[in-house]
């Protein structure tokens, strides 16, 4: 057994330190090739709003999606989000994955539908989730037309 930081009173099994490394580094290989498959690269966060009107760059009403409409959104509909960027020139806003909870029961995923249709956007379920396996559901959002 080892310390965190050199504190002896801080003890930390290497072992486990190691597996979440592991864990994040496979993670992240799932989010490229999932990327890849749709000719899209893992990207910075981005708003709905961005999505739906396909923008790269903010705007203020972004902003007050982040600070207002955000805040409003069920956990069964957005959490744990991943984002999607297309692969090139201008790197567009392509789609968000959503990692929802699967002991919080909403299996139809109605949630999640409602605040698609809110914006316009589609929402598919995927078949697994890479953020945490067997313990989430995976979902992306995506344009209307995509």
């Known amino acids: 057994m ?5 504190a002896a009173s801080r003890p930390c ?4 330190l190691a597996d979440w490394r592991d864990f994040d580094v496979a993670r992240r290989r ?19 709003l961005q999505l739906v009107d ?11 999606w982040w600070g207002v409409q955000f805040i409003k959104i069920s956990r069964l509909a957005f959490d744990h989000a991943d984002y999607f960027r297309e692969s090139r020139a201008p790197y567009r806003p392509a789609g968000v994955v959503v990692h929802l909870y699967t002991f919080i029961a909403d299996p139809a995923h109605q949630h999640a539908k409602k605040l698609a249709a ?27 037309e995509t």
């Not at 080892?2 to 050199?6: F, K, L, Y």
């Not at 099994?13 to 486990?16: C, K, P, R, V």
């Open 13 to 16: 099994a290497d072992a486990s």
């Open 30 to 48: 799932q989010m490229d090739a999932f990327a890849t498959t749709r000719q899209w690269q893992v990207g910075k966060e981005f708003s709905l």
């Open 54 to 64: 396909g923008r790269q760059a903010a705007r203020f009403k972004d902003y007050e």
């Open 118 to 144: 809110q914006y316009g956007l589609k929402f598919q379920v995927l078949p697994w989730s890479w953020y945490f396996p067997n313990g989430c559901m995976a979902g992306m959002y995506t344009r209307g």
């Open 2 to 6: 080892s310390t965190v930081s050199g």
